[in-house]
């Protein structure tokens, strides 16, 4: 007889942990929409949540010190006629979040340091470009002021955000709603999963499909996928008996999975999250009550299971801190914060390690905030990798955080770009009054 051998690996053991009943953030609204986006975005100094508001779209933006019952009077940011979908703050400026709602207009905020005192009603910048409700929102990985937002309307928009430009408008390719919508590491390549049961790797710049694959799961019920290490994709979805999957490809051979493993028959769709610095996937279902964990790897059956956190109250949304916000004394390794009905949690994965040294295994350098490339160098072809950082003593921002520069004089008729071109009249894409008249002609 063989004896099976258990498949070593420094993050067998990660145990997740609900915080202290007094750092959640209690007697909170949180949305009722049906949407299945996060509803929760998160960075080292804030937590932003989506909650029910009267005549109109509103979020929270809240201090990460700020825990315990949050008052029903405290500001929101509430500019948006329609309810808010999806937010993200930027990765390369703590205080600058956007947000898409069903008003069909993606917003940029500031929010001032220290969180808002008065409600906050008035955009830095209002992008308008999408004919319906804006779902989906992406900030690039590497280059500073560059936004991905889909419609609805099936269409993936590419925003220098900075000039208030749709530099990239991508309307010909999905045919039918889109799921999801994320870039690779370095924002080289963009990944969508559509209604159309199609995944695609895109090349954002021209807007042209590179590889695409039919029916990565046989379900019609949402597919969510990531890219993961070395260009491969994770993909979530169902089976044709509504069994919940995940799966791994290879875009270079995309005619069969790497691995293709079932999971339970719960109806949630599973966001997926990725962590490039460990190899951990981790799969947060809307409406579960637990949050899965798995290793990718280079050996078959290259998804490995690890473990799973479970608790007793269901989830309507998740955020997922960056590596630079957690506490690496602790071997703290991911934190999500989890909406409840009127509740924000966070949970805390850590790695049982006895010594209180650095441990560098569980640490290497990873992505800090600051930018790679501006937006105009980017649109022209500039590709660069992340820059990173250390996070041996922590992570402390020795420099200052990239300022966010709105180019007003050119917010209505900027000409940098191929995207924005004039008309024969003269008039920019970009002035408001013209822009519906000008999509429809370009439409027929």
């Not at 067998?12 to 299945?36: E, L, N, P």
């Not at 290259?302 to 960056?322: A, D, I, R, T």
Request: proline share 6%.
């Amino acid at each position: 007889m063989s004896r099976k051998v258990v498949r070593t690996s420094k993050f067998r053991h990660v145990f997740g942990q609900a915080v202290k009943a007094d750092q959640c953030y209690d007697d909170i609204r949180i949305s009722q929409m049906t949407w299945d986006s996060n509803f929760c975005t998160v960075n080292p100094k804030f937590v932003a949540m989506i909650v029910d508001a009267s005549g109109g779209g509103a979020f929270m933006v809240l201090p990460l010190s700020k825990t315990g019952r949050i008052d029903m009077s405290y500001p929101t940011v509430c500019g948006h006629t329609g309810p808010v979908l999806d937010i993200e703050f930027c990765p390369h400026n703590d205080n600058i979040i956007a947000s898409g709602s069903e008003d069909c207009s993606v917003m940029i905020w500031e929010i001032p340091e220290g969180g808002l005192t008065s409600p906050l009603t008035d955009p830095v910048v209002k992008l308008e470009g999408h004919s319906k409700r804006v779902g989906i929102l992406s900030w690039h990985p590497t280059a500073h002021n560059v936004l991905m937002s889909a419609g609805c309307d099936n269409v993936v928009i590419l925003w220098n955000v900075a000039r208030g430009d749709a530099v990239v408008r991508i309307d010909s390719v999905h045919t039918d709603l889109i799921y999801s919508a994320c870039w690779n590491s370095d924002g080289s390549r963009i990944l969508t999963s559509c209604k159309d049961k199609t995944l695609r790797v895109l090349d954002p710049r021209k807007g042209t499909v590179l590889y695409e694959k039919e029916k990565p799961h046989e379900g019609s019920r949402p597919v969510r996928a990531v890219f993961v290490s070395d260009g491969k994709i994770l993909s979530t979805g169902f089976s044709r008996m509504s069994e919940r999957q995940v799966a791994l490809w290879d875009p270079k051979n995309f005619g069969e999975a790497l691995t293709l493993q079932e999971l339970d028959t719960s109806s949630g769709v599973l966001l997926p999250f990725f962590d490039p610095d460990t190899g951990v996937v981790y799969l947060c279902g809307k409406g579960d009550s637990s949050i899965r964990y798995f290793e990718v790897t280079d050996e078959a059956p290259y998804v490995h299971y690890l473990s799973m956190y479970s608790s007793k109250e269901s989830q309507k949304g998740m955020g997922y801190m960056p590596k630079r916000g957690l506490e690496v004394n602790k071997c703290e390794i991911a934190r999500f914060y989890k909406l409840h009905e009127r509740k924000c949690e966070p949970i805390v994965m850590t790695v049982p390690r006895k010594s209180d040294l650095f441990q560098e295994d569980l640490y290497p350098d990873t992505v800090g905030p600051e930018p790679s490339a501006e937006a105009d160098e980017w649109f022209e072809g500039k590709d660069a990798p992340p820059n990173l950082i250390s996070l041996k003593d922590g992570f402390v921002a020795t420099t200052k955080a990239k300022e966010f520069k709105v180019h007003k004089s050119l917010l209505k008729t900027t000409t940098a770009s191929a995207g924005n071109q004039h008309d024969s009249s003269g008039v920019s894409l970009l002035d408001p009054q013209c822009f519906a008249s000008v999509l429809a002609a370009d439409n027929k």
